[in-house]
Each structure stands twice: as C-alpha cells, then as structure tokens.
C-alpha cells in the first residue's frame, strides 16, 4: 500500500487530497492542528478508517514540527508521497503592511515546508514525490497583480519555490521528484467564494498531474494540469 502525507489536511484543498488518496486505497498520514472534522471521520468507511492516521502539527512551531515528524516516521516504513498543501495568507494592503504577516507567512508557506523535509528525508525512496502547494502569485516573471494584498504571500510562496529547486538537486541522485504545484484560483478558505473552481474539481486535476510529473521534472514550477509556470 502506498502511503501519502498530507499537511493542512483538514479542510480545502488538503480535505480534498485526503479523502482522493484514501478512495485510492492509499494510505493517508493526516497532519492537522486540531484533527479532522467529526462529520468527515463518520463518513468513512471501516477500511478507510484503517488508511487513515492523524498527526498533529503547529507549523509556526519547530517543536511541533520536530515531533510531529517523529510520529510520522513511527507509522510508516517509507513515504511515497509527501504534500506541502498548509498554508496562509494574510492579505495586507502596502500602507498596512506588518512584520508579524511577513513572518508567519514565511514560517507556514516556506519554512515548515522545508523543516519537514529535512525531518522525514530518510523515509522518501527512490520514485518518492514531494509536492509543494504553491501559488501563481509566487512567479517573479509574471508577478499577478502587484496592487493587490497579496505581497507577504506571494514573497512567502516565491521562498517556496526556491526551497523546491534546491531540495530537488539535493535529492536527485535518489531519483526523487520535487516539484512546486500551483493549483489556481480554488474556492475554499481562502480562495474566497468568487474562486472559479472547486476543490472537487481541482482535486483530480492535482492528483492526475501528481501522478505524472517524473523525475525529470523534478525542481520545476507547474500549474494544475502540469504546465510550466514561468519563475
Ligand atoms: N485556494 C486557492 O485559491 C489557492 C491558490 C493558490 C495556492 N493555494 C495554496 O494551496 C494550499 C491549500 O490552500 P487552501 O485554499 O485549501 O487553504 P485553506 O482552506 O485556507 O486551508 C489551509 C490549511 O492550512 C492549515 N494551516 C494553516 N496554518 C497552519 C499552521 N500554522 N499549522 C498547521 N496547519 C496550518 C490550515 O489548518 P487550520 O484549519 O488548523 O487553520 C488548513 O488546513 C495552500 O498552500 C495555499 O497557499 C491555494
């Protein structure tokens, strides 16, 4: 059985990715603040119940992020899947701008990120995938929207991306796939109730793109489909 973890996978996009992978018969390590939800718990089956382990982390907190780790690695033999799906945003208009956004942005969005990495980096195998949760945001090149509040997440999201090519060259001679994963405007949370899309459709979209990106690609930027997204 393959065996998947999920940070943030509590609600959104990472609820998504969680319940995809268990009707996969995948089994699902679910890093959470404060657990799953009652009404998602009831509605598994027995055999999903048995796929499915929570961990609980603070991503603001190495402490948390140290022990979550451990108890990670105490449940399963190797990881072949690990998604870096939480994440933050705290939209500050220049002009309202505060350090305590900067900060907590780059702590949850890039490094947590690259703590976790580091902590479970004995228990990814040889076609092992890392999937980073980034945004559109983050690209330098086509910097969307600069007007906008969008500023300590997009500054945050581009640490990300930087985090994903130089963790890709560090695991390439073990064929491992790092990538950094756009998954567009999704109505959740935080993509808002505008957002074109849900994250029943973007799910399989992911996990479709998931599934092909090789180690070829590893260190690139893709959107939901798997098409390069410019840096
Ligand atoms: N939705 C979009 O339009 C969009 C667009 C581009 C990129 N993304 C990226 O896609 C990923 C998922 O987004 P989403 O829309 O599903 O977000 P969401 O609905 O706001 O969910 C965020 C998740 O991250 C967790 N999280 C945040 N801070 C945490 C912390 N300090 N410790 C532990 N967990 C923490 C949250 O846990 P709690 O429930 O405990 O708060 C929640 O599970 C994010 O990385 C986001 O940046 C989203």
């Not at 382990?53 to 899947?81: P, R, W």
């Not at 004995?122 to 945001?137: A, D, M, P």
Request: net charge negative; with cysteine; proline share 3%.
């Amino acid at each position: 059985m393959k065996t998947v973890v999920i940070t943030g996978a509590n609600r959104g996009i990472g609820l998504g990715f969680t319940s995809s992978y268990l009707k996969e018969g995948w089994c699902v390590i679910a890093l959470t603040r404060n657990g799953l939800n009652a009404d998602f718990l009831e509605g598994l089956n027995d055999e999903k119940k048995r796929n499915l382990l929570e961990v609980n982390v603070e991503l603001e907190s190495e402490l948390s992020i140290q022990n979550s780790a451990k108890k990670v690695v105490g449940l399963c033999k190797h990881i072949d899947l690990f998604i870096n799906n939480a994440g933050v945003s705290i939209d500050q208009p220049f002009g309202a701008w505060t350090q305590e956004a900067f900060i907590k942005s780059y702590q949850v969005n890039a490094v947590a990120p690259a703590l976790l990495i580091q902590a479970l980096q004995y228990h990814f195998n040889e076609n092992s995938k890392i999937i980073q949760l980034t945004s559109g945001l983050a690209s330098i090149d086509t910097a969307i929207n600069p007007l906008g509040p969008f500023d300590a997440y997009g500054m945050s999201k581009a640490a990300l991306n930087m985090l994903t090519r130089r963790v890709a060259k560090k695991f390439e001679s073990q064929k491992i796939t790092v990538c950094a994963l756009s998954p567009g405007w999704v109505s959740t949370d935080m993509g808002g109730d505008e957002a074109p899309v849900s994250v029943d459709q973007v799910v399989p979209l992911l996990t479709q793109t998931i599934e092909q990106l090789s180690v070829a690609q590893s260190g690139g930027f893709f959107d939901e489909q798997g098409k390069e997204i410019p840096w």
